[in-house]
C-alpha cells in the first residue's frame, strides 16, 4: 500500500467515499477491457484455425505449413505470443471442433483460451464440452477449477442423489433442487481414510470449507455447524446447516460415516421440521434436507423415501483411498506440484 505524503494532511469530506467509488469504477473497466481483449484472441484464433483447416483441405497443404505459418508470424510479430505450432494446432483443434462461428462469438468468446484447450484436451464431444463451458461461464470458474470439476465427473454427477423432490416440492422449483445435488460426493480434499468417523468427517470439512463449498456447488452458503435446537427444552445439533440462494431454503446436511439405513431419515425429518419451525421465515422455502453416507442401496433408500412428506435427498461422498506406505512416499510433495503447474504454465505462455 502507497503511504500518503504527511503534507497532504487529511482528506476532505466525503473524499474517502468518492475513491472508493472511482476505485471500483476503474476496477470495473479493467475487467470490461480485459473481456475486450479476451472476446477478439479467442475469435481471431478460431478464424486463423478455420483458415487453416480450410486451406488444408482444399489445397491438400501438409503439416509442414503449420511450421512455416509459425515462423513467419513469429517473424512479423516478435512481440506477440501465441503463435508457436503447438498453438496453431490447437486454433485448427478450436475450429474444427467448434464451426458455429455464431456459438463462438455468443457464449465460447466468453472465456479465456486456456479454458478452450482444456476444453478441447478432457472432453470427447461438443455436448459434453457445451455444458462444462456453460458451467464456467456461470460460476466464473478459473481453468484449474475447471479442469478439477471435469476430472471429478461433475456432468455424470450432478442431480445424481436419490431424492423425494418431485412428490415434495412443486415444478420446477423440483427440478433445480435435483439438479443442485449429486451423487457421489468427492472429498478427497480432506486427505482421509474411510477408517474416520464422523466427527472427523465434519471438522475436516469445516478446516476446508471453501472447497467443500466449491463440491457442493453454486448457491450453496455456510450457516454452521452442530447448530443448536432446542426443541421442548431439550437440545439437538444439527451436523451442518447451509443456505441455497437460488432454491431460496435452509439445506440440513446430515453426516453417517456407515451404510444408509432408513432409520436415519427419522433423525433429518425431525430436523427438517425443526428448522422450519424456528429458524426458516416466511419468505423461505421449506427446508430440504442431504443425508450423506459412506454406502447406500438404491433401492432401500427409495423405498425409505417413498412415504416421507418432506424434502429430502440421499447421496454417497467417497474420500480418499488407503494407499500401501511404499505408494504413499512416491507421491509428489506440494512443493512439487506447485513447481509442476508453474513449469506447465510457463510453456502456456509460450504457445
Known amino acids: 500500500m502507497t503511504d500518503i505524503p504527511a503534507h497532504l494532511g487529511t482528506p476532505p469530506a466525503g473524499y474517502t467515499d468518492w475513491l472508493a467509488e472511482l476505485k471500483a469504477r476503474i476496477h470495473a473497466a479493467q475487467q470490461r477491457a480485459a473481456l475486450a481483449v479476451n472476446r477478439e484472441l479467442v475469435l481471431l484464433y478460431w478464424q486463423i484455425g478455420r483458415d487453416i483447416l480450410a486451406r488444408q483441405a482444399k489445397q491438400a497443404w501438409g503439416a509442414k505449413v503449420i511450421d512455416r505459418l509459425a515462423a513467419d508470424l513469429r517473424t512479423a510479430f516478435p ?193 427438517l421440521t425443526a428448522v422450519d419451525r424456528q429458524v426458516k421465515n416466511e419468505h423461505d422455502n421449506p427446508t430440504i434436507g442431504l443425508l450423506l453416507c459412506k454406502s447406500r442401496n438404491k433401492v432401500v433408500v427409495e423405498y425409505a423415501l417413498s412415504d416421507k412428506s418432506q424434502p429430502m435427498g440421499i447421496a454417497e461422498f467417497k474420500l480418499a483411498q488407503s494407499l500401501p506406505a511404499e505408494l504413499q512416499t512416491s507421491l509428489p510433495s506440494i512443493e512439487e506440484i506447485e513447481k509442476e503447474l508453474a513449469r506447465v504454465d510457463d510453456e502456456g505462455d509460450e504457445a
Not at 512481440?79 to 464451426?99: C, H, I, T
Not at 455468443?106 to 476444453?119: D, G, R, S
Not at 461433475?154 to 443442485?180: I, K, Q, W
Not at 472447497?211 to 454452521?224: I, K, P, S
Request: overall charge negative; hydrophobic content about 45%; charged content about 25%.
Open 79 to 271: 512481440d506477440m505470443k501465441g503463435f508457436s505450432p503447438r498453438n496453431l494446432k490447437y486454433m485448427r483443434a478450436f475450429a474444427e471442433a467448434w464451426p458455429d462461428e455464431s456459438f463462438v462469438q455468443e457464449v465460447l468468446a466468453q472465456l479465456p483460451w486456456y479454458h478452450q484447450l482444456a476444453l478441447l484436451d478432457k472432453l470427447p464431444g461438443p455436448e459434453t464440452r457445451k455444458w462444462y463451458a456453460a458451467q464456467a461461464i456461470a460460476h466464473n470458474w478459473s481453468r484449474n477449477v475447471l479442469v478439477m470439476q471435469i476430472e471429478s465427473c461433475l456432468l455424470e454427477r450432478s442431480g445424481g442423489a436419490v431424492t423425494n423432490f418431485p412428490a415434495t416440492l412443486p415444478a420446477p422449483h423440483s427440478d433445480l433442487a435435483r439438479e443442485s445435488l449429486k451423487d457421489p460426493y468427492r472429498f478427497d480434499f480432506l486427505g482421509l481414510t474411510d477408517e474416520v468417523q464422523e466427527r472427523e468427517i465434519e471438522h475436516a470439512l469445516i478446516r476446508h470449507v471453501t472447497e467443500f463449498l466449491l463440491e457442493l456447488g453454486a448457491g450453496f452458503a455456510f450457516v454452521g455447524r452442530q447448530v443448536l435446537l432446542d426443541v421442548g427444552g431439550e437440545e439437538f445439533f444439527i451436523d451442518l446447516l447451509f443456505y441455497h440462494l437460488k432454491l431460496r431454503c435452509y439445506v440440513v446436511v446430515e453426516l453417517k460415516a456407515g451404510q444408509f439405513k432408513p432409520e436415519h431419515l427419522g433423525q433429518l425429518g425431525f430436523y
